[in-house]
């Protein structure tokens, strides 16, 4: 696993990864970051012209909304790095007609899957190694200049999701909204993300159902206090709610944009100002409409001894992804921020396309259907003050 652990962070610098499937070596790098004096070089040490891999969403957005998997694309003549970034990420672009195609192979599963994993567009370049270049490929190895790994090591960091959490320190923090609060931090075993858990009151006058809010990070709603959203409100409500109650957890996750980072958070803001709503900008750019594990939340609230919740939520994603991690749901609490003018369709899109019991915010009649028995549809009282 250290081998794929490292990949991401080397992916992330811009530099060329091999990745070795059942005998086959490959040298793939980002389009993130891509220059055209990388790409000659990438393909020079492989033997080979490159191919473009993107992933199944972006794949939908460019017209072909068949395709399941990523896709491996062989342009000829091959694109220069600017035209290839528009290919990955570039709204309206159209594939040269009669682009071959194919279901990327596992090496080109995987890079996709680690650029995902490092939050930058899941879009590739990828070369296959000749025998005549395998040679200097193993030089380049050899002397630390390139880093391989396996593709099934890297599918298998990939598909395990945060795994062994370390509690690296903690301290009491005092909040407005609840004056005895302590925070917990959370280091995953890459280095990549950390997660905090805002523990409020005492743990031992707790509810029996303890009061649970996750809360994924929003640097521009949290901090900044962002129109665009209702985060930041739901951040501040959710600690008042939880000290209100007697106290519990608010779990403060690194998953910014839905877990697509910063980055990309911001690319899909200038497509919204383009009349897209978030799924689709997020499509665009080649994202699901949800990235995030909630894992990571299972694993914090069992180191926490917490097992039993009252969730803070409008998201049934978030009910069941917890009650299938083995967290006893008991109830569920709406909590709500603002409608204003500028987070409205923003909220709708929640409301109509993610599935969130914002109808009673939003003045819509009824509750979405439950996607599941383990779902819990009906809200107790919301938190909005």
């Known amino acids: 696993m250290r081998q794929a652990e490292r990949a991401i962070f080397d992916l992330r610098r811009g530099l060329p990864v091999l990745v070795r499937n059942n005998g086959s070596d490959t040298l793939v790098q980002a389009v993130e970051g891509l220059n055209d004096s990388a790409l000659a070089a990438l393909q020079a040490l492989s033997g080979s012209p490159a191919c473009l891999v993107l992933s199944s969403h972006r794949m939908a957005a460019l017209g072909f909304s068949e395709v399941k998997t990523p ?13 290839l970034r528009e290919f990955a990420a570039q709204r309206g672009v159209q594939l040269p007609p009669g682009t071959p195609q194919a279901a990327a192979d ?12 490092a939050q930058l567009l899941p879009a590739a370049v990828s070369c296959v190694v000749t025998p005549a270049q395998s040679a200097a490929v193993a030089a380049a190895l050899a002397s630390g200049e390139l880093l391989a790994v396996e593709a099934d090591t890297a599918l298998q960091l990939c598909a395990s999701g945060p795994g062994g959490l370390s509690r690296v320190s903690e301290a009491r923090v005092p909040l407005i909204d609840a004056e005895e609060s302590r925070f917990v931090l959370f280091r995953e075993p890459d280095g990549i993300r950390e997660h905090v858990a805002i523990v409020i009151g ?4 707790w509810p029996a159902d303890v009061p649970v809010r996750l809360h994924s990070s929003c640097l521009t709603g949290d901090l900044f206090g962002s129109l665009r959203c209702d985060c930041g409100e739901q951040l501040r409500r ?3 709610a939880i000290h209100a109650q007697g106290g519990g957890v608010l779990l403060y996750l690194s998953q910014e944009g839905r877990g697509i980072g910063l980055a990309n958070k911001l690319r899909a803001y200038g497509l919204q100002d383009e009349g897209l709503d978030t799924i689709d900008a997020d499509q665009i750019i080649g994202f699901s409409q949800d990235e995030r594990d909630f894992r990571v939340a299972h694993e914090m609230l069992e180191q926490l001894g917490v ?9 049934p994603s978030k009910v069941a992804a917890l009650q299938r991690a083995g967290i006893n749901v008991t109830a569920r609490q709406a909590i709500y921020g603002e409608v204003t003018e500028q987070n409205q369709r923003y909220l709708t899109t ?6 969130h019991w914002l109808h009673e ?6 509750e979405p259907a439950s996607d599941g028995p ?4 009906a809200p107790a009282t919301a938190a909005r003050s």
């Open 307 to 315: 097992s039993r919740i009252l969730l803070l939520t409008n998201n």
């Open 238 to 240: 959710g600690v008042a």
């Open 106 to 117: 596992k090496a080109g599963q995987a890079t996709i899957r680690l650029l995902s994993r």
């Open 374 to 377: 383990e779902c819990l549809p």
């Open 361 to 366: 915010l939003l003045n819509e009649q009824g």
């Open 202 to 205: 005492d743990p031992g006058a």
């Open 71 to 83: 896709v491996t694309l062989c342009l000829a003549p091959l694109p220069d790095s600017v035209r």
């Open 350 to 355: 929640k409301a109509n396309r993610h599935g």
